[in-house]
């Protein structure tokens, strides 16, 4: 096998026999079944986390949005990084970013040095998703490039599915510290096929550059928000680390906006802004992926810390959406094709949405086939009948040499969403927790030590009191106190989730009109739950002559 010397950015179609394009899409799909997988397993290892690292339900959230929050405001930069640095370079820098980081987030001896670690992952992986559809692009020729695509996004698909099951075996049978590492030998293997398949590109394009002004006001402004948001239940409104932080945050992203208005190579085109379908979908992404993120988060941290579930088995609770979407999801982007995306936009975020309202019947005792099963599956066939119309829909609304470009806005606003989610909702989900702690004390004639044991509890939201010492009689006070504030409080997550759907859907059924342009909803059967659209990735792949075939003796790292 030969291939072109150098390592340029994408753009410049390289050709490459069989074998390469084979093995080339092998690493392509490892590389971003990592992130799939890591993004899926660590919400089952949060129990275990804060059990052994403390830090409570902020800790949990911080474990979350630290990756979630590098990954929302990076994933826009990472593009034209690749073009600057060259998509190979920059996918293999991401792979061993997220190997090196997967480590350190196995081996953290305490919960900030993980959510480091965590924030550090975002930051590879937003560097790595990108740079492997690139690489795709420009390995594979026009005519082949869509069926590669498919390939690599339903694999995607496939890691976030065994994720939660695999992370709930891990931490059953080991500890949360393999949830980590088992990314270590799928990096390893990456790596290999990196350094000796994937043809290094053509010239850079010297005309882009980084927008690192940009990339640091987004992820300041968002991290400020993010932490006055978690600190609140534990300072108030009034506390200068939650007031500064939000304050801070809002003047940060005011800044952000009015940077890419004027920069020459902005991370966020605001001219897209400036089309109707574009702006509807993408506001319906927010708060759709919003109350995909609160499902997920706050599922596996109810069933195993209220309903004492194991974590294999919480984490298999999830397993119906994944299946709905890998089954569904393309067939529905087929009918809206046909009939047109506003019916599905709609109607599906309201089926979802009655599925997650189906959960408020949860309590303490949960049956998976009674309770769980239908609520899910409900969920997952309004998700499934709306993630494929809404990416195309938004691509649709874009020129096809700014899919690309629309297609990241697209990708990160689904992240920031559950970053913000999880912040914002999780301030009213604590105040709820501690309110039903002190409803159910008021009054209960406990002693000192069972008090100042309410009390903690009251402040440790989905916590279970340690009533070692207690009188029996006071142990089970304060046992079904924290069961009865946990369901609570799920709920109203829930419900807050529920909302956010039912909400999306009256935003899309109001709001979309026919696209602008067609872009087929069947190729983009997982939106960007999974991977990239077809079209966007086809809107990378420019019309540069196709280079033949030059010794090059040892591939360039």
């Known amino acids: 096998m030969s291939r072109p010397a150098g390592d340029g950015a994408g753009g410049t179609a390289v050709r ?9 899409l092998l690493a392509c799909v ?21 059990d052994d690292l403390g830090g409570g339900l902020a800790g949990q959230q911080w474990v979350t949005n630290g990756y979630l929050l590098t990954l929302g405001s990076l994933l826009l930069v990472a593009g034209s990084v690749g073009d600057v640095l060259g998509e190979r370079r920059v996918f293999l820098f991401g792979v061993a970013g997220f190997g090196i980081t997967s480590v350190v987030c196995a081996l953290a001896p305490s ?9 550090l992952q975002g930051a590879s992986g937003a560097a790595l998703t990108p740079a492997a559809l690139a690489v795709i692009v420009s390995v594979f020729e026009a005519d082949e490039r869509n069926r590669a695509i498919g390939t690599w996004t339903a694999w995607s698909g496939i890691g976030a599915a065994i994720g939660p099951v695999l992370g709930g075996w891990l931490v059953d049978a080991a500890s949360w510290h393999w949830v980590f590492l088992i990314n270590v030998p799928l990096v390893i293997g990456t790596l290999v096929l990196i350094a000796r398949v994937i043809p290094a590109s053509g010239p850079r394009d010297r005309t882009r550059h980084v927008d690192v002004p940009g990339a640091v006001l ?11 948001l978690i600190q609140q239940p534990l300072g108030g ?7 500064g932080p939000l304050v801070g945050g809002v ?18 085109p605001l001219g897209l802004f400036r089309r109707r379908n574009f702006v509807v979908g993408n506001v319906e992404t927010f708060v759709m992926y919003a109350g995909l993120a609160l499902l997920t988060f706050y599922l596996v941290i109810f069933l195993q810390q209220v309903a004492g579930w194991d974590a294999l088995k919480a984490g298999a609770a999830l397993l119906p959406v994944t ?20 019916l599905f936009m709609g109607v599906g975020p309201l089926v979802a949405g009655a599925g997650l309202l189906l959960l408020l019947r949860l309590d303490a005792d949960v049956s998976y086939l009674a309770d769980l099963l239908p609520a899910v599956t409900l969920f997952a066939l309004g998700l499934a009948m709306t993630v494929a119309p809404l990416t195309a829909t938004v691509l649709a609304d874009a020129e096809a040499r700014n899919a690309g470009a629309a297609s990241g806005v697209n990708n990160a606003i689904a992240r920031v969403a559950g970053l913000v989610a ?24 406990l002693r000192a030590a069972a008090m100042r044991e309410g009390a903690r509890l009251r402040d440790s939201p989905f916590s279970r009191p340690d009533v070692r010492g207690l009188a029996p009689s006071e142990a089970r006070v304060l046992q079904a106190t924290a069961r009865d504030a946990g369901v609570s409080a799920f709920r109203l997550g829930m419900g807050v989730s529920g909302g956010l759907m039912i909400v999306g859907g009256v935003i899309g059924a109001a709001g979309i009109r026919n696209p602008r342009r067609v872009v087929p909803a069947a190729d983009c059967g997982g939106g960007q739950w999974v991977g990239q659209p077809c079209d966007a990735a086809n809107a990378e792949a420019t019309a540069a002559p196709v280079i033949g075939p030059e010794p090059a003796p040892a591939a360039r790292l």
């Open 422 to 445: 999880i912040g914002g909702v999780g301030v009213a989900v604590a105040a709820s927790f501690g309110g039903r702690v002190d409803e159910r004390l008021d009054g209960s004639n």
């Open 323 to 342: 299946a709905m979407m890998l089954l569904f999801a393309g067939r529905f982007g087929a009918l809206a094709d046909r009939y047109g995306p506003r």
């Open 111 to 119: 919960i900030e040095v993980l959510v480091v670690g965590r924030a």
């Open 218 to 228: 987004c992820a300041l402004g968002l991290g400020g928000i993010t932490f006055g």
């Open 237 to 243: 409104w009034g506390a200068p680390d939650v007031v």
């Open 251 to 268: 003047v940060l992203l005011v800044l952000f906006v009015a940077h890419e208005d004027r920069s020459p190579d902005p991370m966020l």
């Open 16 to 24: 490459a026999d069989a074998r390469t394009k084979r093995l080339t």
């Open 30 to 50: 490892l590389g971003s079944t990592i992130v799939m997988i890591d993004g899926s397993v660590v919400g089952v290892a949060l129990p275990q986390i804060r």
